[in-house]
């Protein structure tokens, strides 16, 4: 990747921030951004001979609500991590939001995870003694959104995950279920092109993963992309799309239908 200055973003340094311009201002702008998520015979290989993800094909447009299901050790993860740009595959294509990412150097990249890509995990990853405000306006650093917005920008995003009670209360003084809302409010204050979680229900009791389920659902009725992994049998067979995983391959990624509410 070295050497390589021109990716289809402009990424400028202020204030030790990387700034990224809006699409419209950029040359080389995707044709085609309603395939959010497109993968081409992606591989990842480890070291030592595991092959996570295997010539994995997948298109994943706007609006859908997909669930990554499959047994232990199938790359669900994996995946998960290649298409959210934490990764990078040792062969294939990865497009997000119409960018070819393996084309863009590491700096670009970077600024694309920070605006397109939203991340929830099961174990939340807040950091402890934050309070929700602030770990929210933190999901929007690196995305040009001014310091003095993102306070609004997270007060408003997490009345809109119902904890707008909440603002000021530190992880330790929250639910499981409402540490994972700030969680999700974190990746959604950016408005990122596609919500993906892994396993966010994982750590949760039923009453409360239920809530969060509930959440991604009017998330994605109001128009948020969303990939989730689960476990939960329940809630794969609830969502309008699944992709199914064994040894690093897809077996099975139904196309979407009508889901009975
Ligand atoms: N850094 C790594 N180095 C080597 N092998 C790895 C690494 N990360 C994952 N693997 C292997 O890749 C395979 C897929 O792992 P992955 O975490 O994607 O599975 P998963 O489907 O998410 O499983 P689970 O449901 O248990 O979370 C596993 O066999 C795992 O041991
Ligand atoms: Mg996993």
Known sequence: MTGVRKGPFVVSRQR???????????????????????????TRAYPGGVTAVDGVGLTVRQGEFVAVVGPSGSGKSTLLHLVGLLDRPTAGTIRVAGYDTGALPDRSLAALRARAIGFVFQQFHLAPGVRALDAVADGLLYTGVARARRRDRAAETLHQVGLGERLTHRPHELSGGERQRVAIARALVKRPDVILADEPTGNLDSAAAETVLELLRELHAAGTTIVVITHDRGIADSLPRRVRMRDGRIVSADQRREVNP
């Open 16 to 42: 030790d921030e990387p700034r990224l311009c809006s699409h419209s201002e950029v040359e080389g702008a995707p044709l085609n951004a309603a395939e959010v998520l497109q993968l081409v015979d992606v």
